[in-house]
C-alpha cells in the first residue's frame, strides 16, 4: 500500500516539473533546460526523506516556489535554479561551496541571501530581525533574491492551513510587516494583494469569510452591471480602431477591510467595490495619446470625481507603475473606478520588476528608470546603515511606502522623494554633508523652516552654514530613511562620547563612596534611575541630565523588586527558547493563574479579554505583556521579536472584569442614552468606566468604556444593544495608544 503511495507521489513530482518546464520553455537558451534538470534531481535528492507539515513531499514546495517565480512574477533560468535549491543549504547537508561549484556565483549569492543565520546575537536584536537584514543586504547585488523570497512566502501563506496556530501568527505578521509592502514597492500588485488577503484570512477568518461571501452573493449583478456600463463606451472605443480588452475585478478583500475599518462602515456601504479595467494595445510611442483617448471617451459618458483623477502614464510611480485612474458616477448612481493602461503598462502593474527589465531594452524614457533609482536608493541606504538590525528593518520598511510626492531642485531637476517628506528630507537626498549643514529652505522663493512638509510641484533651495549640528529633535520630522540614518549615525558618535565622559563621572564617585564598580553596580544605577540600557544611563549623566550627586542615594536603593522581577521572568528574557517551542501546554501561559509565580500585565493598546486570541511579549522592564492578535502593534512585536513571544490562553473558569471599549453610531431621539444604558447596567448588569457622546444633525455617536468578562458576554451585548431602535452599529475599538515596551 505504501509503495503504490510512493509511486503516485513520484508521478505527481514528475508532472509538477513538467509543468514547470512548460512555462518556462519559451525564454530558455543553450543548455538552460540542463541546468533546471540538475537543479531538480539535487533537490528531489537533498529533501527525499523530508516532508512538510501537510504530510506532503517538501520537493513540493520548492518546484511551487520555482512556479510562481516563472508564472507570476516572470523570472528566468537562474531563479527557477535557485528557487528549486533555496531551503538545501539550510535543511540538508549540501553546503554552498558545492552549489558554488555546480551552478555558479549567482545562484550561490541568491541561495546564501535566502539561508536563515543561526546563532546568538546582541542585546536588542533578534534571529528575525538579522535574517531580514542579511537578506535585504543582498539586494545590493541581485533583485532576485527578494523576488525568489517573496515566491517561498507566497506558497508559505498559501498552504499555512496545516501549520500550528504560534507559528501561522509569526509568519501572518512578518508578512503584513514587511513582504507585502516590498512586494507593493517593487510593483508586485497581485502578489501584494494576495499576502493581504491571506493575513486577513488568518488573522480575522471571520471578517473575511463574511467579506468573500458577500462578493461572491453580487457576482451576477456585479457582471451585468459591468457590461451595461461598458457598452457604450465600448461602441466608441472600436470606432476609434484601437485593439483593447476590458477587465473587471473587485478589489481585494484587504483593501475592502481597509475602507470598511478607516471609514467605520460595513460592507454595504463600500461604494467603490470594484474596478473596470480598458488595457490598449498600442505601440510604445502612441500609449500616452491612447490612454487620454479612452478617457475622454470614458468622461462623454459619464461625469468624472475630480478629486479622484490620478495620472501615472504623465508621471509614473517610482516603482514603475503607469495608469491612468478615474472615478465615474454611472447611471445607477454607484461610483465606478476605471483604470486605462496599455498592454505593457498592464504587464509592469502585474508583474513589476521583471516585466520592467523585459521592457527595458530599446527603450528611452526619462522616467523610465524608477525602480532603478529606488533600486538604487536603497543600496545607498543598506551599505551606509550601522544600526541594530531592528532598527534597521524598521528603517527599510518606512522606506517601503509608495506615496510620492515630485519636486524640483533649483536647476529643474525633478526629484521623487516619500509623500510627507520635508525640506530637510529633500537636503538629505541632495547629499548628506548638504543635509548635515542645513539651517533652512527656500521654496518657491519662499522661506519655510526644516519640517516645511513637501508638496507636489514645489522647487526648493536649501541653505547651510558650516556651525549647523544634527540634533535629537530632527528625528521628529524627517520620513526618508538615509535621513534618519545618517542623523542617527551623527547622533550616536555624539551620544557614545557624552556616555564615557558619564562612565569616567558614575566610577569616579563610586570610589569616592567605597563602592566596587562592576556591570552588576552598573545596570542597578539603571534600573534605579529608571533607564532602558546602561548606555543611556551613562549619556545622561555626561550630558548633565541626571546630576551625579544623586548616586549618594544609591547605598539605600533596595533591589528586592528588581530581583523578583527577574526571578519570575528570567526563562523568557532575551532567550531564544521560544523560537523553538514544541507547541505541548507546558509551553503555554494560562492568564489567570497566581500572578505571583509570573509577572504579567493586560496591554492597554488593545485592552484584551478573555475569548480573545492573544499572546504574550516579553518587555524589558515590565514583565509580560498580554496582547490581542489583532493588536495594532501584533505585527511589528511579532515580526521583529520572536523570541520574545510567549504562547498564551485564558483560563476557562477565569471571572475577572476587563475593559472594553464599545462605539454605538445610530439617529439620535430623545431617550435613546436611556435605553442603551438600561441594557449595559440593569439587563446585563455590566459597569461601566466612562461614556462619551456626540450628537450632530441628528446622529448619535457614543463611546463607552466597561467592564466584561468575556468575549461571549461583549458579542452578547453588541447584539442587545444592535437592536434598539436607532442604533445603527455597534463596534469594538482599541482602548488606547501605547508605544510598545520593547
Avoid at 528557487?83 to 558554488?100: F, G, P, Y
Avoid at 531592528?390 to 509623500?419: H, Q, Y
Avoid at 510627507?420 to 543635509?435: N, P, Q, R, Y
Wanted: hydrophobic fraction near 35%; proline fraction near 3%; aromatic fraction near 8%.
Amino acid at each position: 500500500m505504501i509503495a503504490v503511495d510512493i509511486e503516485e507521489e513520484r508521478k505527481e513530482i514528475i508532472r509538477r516539473y513538467r509543468k514547470l518546464l512548460r512555462k518556462a520553455k519559451p525564454f530558455l537558451k543553450d543548455d538552460d533546460a540542463k541546468l533546471i534538470k540538475k537543479a531538480f534531481n539535487t533537490s528531489v535528492e537533498a529533501h527525499k526523506e523530508m516532508r512538510r507539515k501537510s504530510g506532503e513531499p517538501y520537493i513540493y514546495h520548492p518546484l511551487a516556489v520555482a512556479q510562481i517565480c516563472v508564472e507570476e512574477i516572470g523570472l528566468g533560468t537562474t531563479s527557477i535554479v535557485a528557487a528549486l535549491l533555496h531551503d538545501v543549504v539550510e535543511d540538508t547537508e549540501i553546503e554552498l561551496d558545492q552549489i558554488e561549484e555546480d551552478f555558479g556565483p549567482k545562484v550561490a549569492k541568491i541561495i546564501d541571501g535566502l539561508t536563515k543565520i543561526s546563532g546568538v546575537f546582541d542585546h536588542g536584536s533578534s534571529q528575525q530581525a538579522e535574517n531580514f537584514r542579511k537578506m535585504l543586504l543582498t539586494l545590493s547585488e541581485d533583485v532576485r533574491v527578494i523576488l525568489v523570497k517573496l515566491a517561498d512566502r507566497l506558497h508559505n501563506m498559501r498552504t499555512l492551513g496545516s501549520m500550528p496556530r504560534h507559528k501561522q501568527l509569526k509568519i501572518i505578521s512578518e508578512t503584513i510587516y514587511l513582504y507585502a509592502p516590498l512586494a507593493h514597492r517593487l510593483g508586485l500588485y497581485a502578489i501584494k494583494s494576495e499576502l493581504e488577503d491571506l493575513w486577513l484570512k488568518y488573522s480575522e477568518p471571520d471578517i473575511y469569510q463574511e467579506i468573500v461571501s458577500k462578493i461572491a452573493e453580487n457576482k451576477a449583478s456585479r457582471t451585468r452591471f459591468i457590461k451595461n456600463f461598458m457598452s457604450p463606451i465600448l461602441d466608441e472605443v472600436i470606432k476609434t480602431g484601437l485593439k483593447f480588452e476590458v477587465k473587471g475585478r473587485p478589489k481585494s478583500i484587504h483593501s475592502i477591510w481597509n475602507k470598511m475599518k478607516k471609514q467605520d462602515i460595513p460592507f454595504e456601504e463600500v461604494y467603490d467595490l470594484f474596478a473596470v479595467r480598458i488595457i490598449v494595445d498600442t505601440p510604445h510611442d502612441h500609449e500616452k495619446a491612447a490612454c487620454w483617448q479612452v478617457y475622454s471617451i470614458v468622461t462623454d459618458f459619464y461625469t468624472p470625481n475630480p478629486d479622484r483623477l490620478r495620472d501615472w502614464v504623465s508621471t509614473p510611480k517610482a516603482n514603475g507603475y503607469e495608469s491612468l485612474h478615474t472615478t465615474v458616477m454611472s447611471r445607477t448612481g454607484k461610483w465606478v473606478e476605471v483604470q486605462i493602461r496599455t498592454k505593457r503598462m498592464d504587464e509592469i502593474a502585474e508583474k513589476g520588476y521583471a516585466a520592467h527589465w523585459k521592457y527595458k531594452d530599446g527603450m528611452v524614457s526619462s522616467h523610465e528608470s524608477g525602480l532603478e533609482l529606488w533600486v538604487e536608493k536603497v543600496r545607498e541606504m543598506l551599505e551606509g546603515n550601522d544600526t541594530n538590525a531592528i532598527e534597521f528593518v524598521d528603517d527599510f520598511r518606512a522606506n517601503l511606502f509608495n506615496e510620492e510626492v515630485f519636486v524640483f531642485t533649483p536647476k529643474g531637476d525633478l526629484k521623487i522623494l516619500p509623500s510627507g517628506s520635508t525640506s530637510l528630507d529633500f537636503a538629505f537626498d541632495i547629499h548628506t554633508e548638504v543635509g548635515a549643514k542645513c539651517l533652512g529652505a527656500k521654496v518657491n522663493n519662499r522661506l519655510v523652516p526644516l519640517n516645511y512638509e513637501l508638496r507636489n510641484g514645489d522647487q526648493i533651495e536649501i541653505l547651510t552654514s558650516s556651525k549647523q549640528r544634527p540634533n535629537e529633535d530632527w528625528l521628529r520630522f524627517v520620513v526618508t530613511s538615509k535621513a534618519k540614518s545618517k542623523i542617527k549615525d551623527t547622533l550616536k558618535e555624539a551620544k557614545k562620547q557624552a556616555a564615557l565622559d558619564g562612565k569616567e563621572i558614575i566610577q569616579r564617585k563610586l570610589k569616592q563612596m567605597k563602592i566596587p564598580f562592576d556591570g552588576d553596580v552598573a545596570n542597578q544605577l539603571r534600573a534605579y534611575f529608571d533607564e532602558k540600557t546602561v548606555t543611556d544611563f551613562y549619556y545622561k549623566v555626561g550630558k548633565g541630565i541626571i546630576d551625579p550627586s544623586r548616586i549618594k542615594n544609591f547605598k539605600d536603593f533596595k533591589t528586592e523588586k528588581q530581583k523578583s522581577t527577574r526571578t519570575k521572568t528570567k526563562s523568557f528574557e532575551y532567550s531564544d527558547d521560544f523560537s523553538k517551542m514544541k507547541s505541548s501546554e507546558t509551553d503555554i501561559l494560562l492568564i489567570g493563574d497566581d500572578m505571583d509565580v509570573l509577572d504579567y500585565k493586560f496591554a492597554k493598546c488593545c485592552s484584551p479579554i478573555p475569548g480573545d486570541d492573544v499572546f504574550g511579549f516579553v518587555t524589558v522592564n515590565e514583565g509580560i505583556k498580554i496582547h490581542r492578535t489583532t493588536c495594532p502593534n501584533a505585527p511589528k512585536l511579532l515580526s521583529n521579536h520572536g523570541n520574545r513571544i510567549v504562547k498564551a490562553k485564558w483560563q476557562s473558569e477565569q471571572q475577572n472584569a476587563f475593559l472594553a471599549g464599545l462605539r454605538i453610531i445610530g439617529t439620535d431621539r430623545v431617550g435613546l442614552m436611556r435605553d442603551v444604558t438600561d441594557i449595559i447596567s440593569n439587563e446585563l448588569k455590566v459597569n461601566m468606566r466612562s461614556i462619551s457622546i456626540d450628537t450632530e444633525t441628528g446622529i448619535f455617536d457614543g463611546q463607552i468604556r466597561l467592564y466584561i468578562n468575556n468575549t461571549s458576554h461583549l458579542d452578547e451585548l453588541i447584539t442587545k444593544l444592535e437592536k434598539v431602535q436607532g442604533v445603527m452599529r455597534v463596534t469594538r475599538f482599541e482602548s488606547v495608544e501605547e508605544k510598545g515596551n520593547s
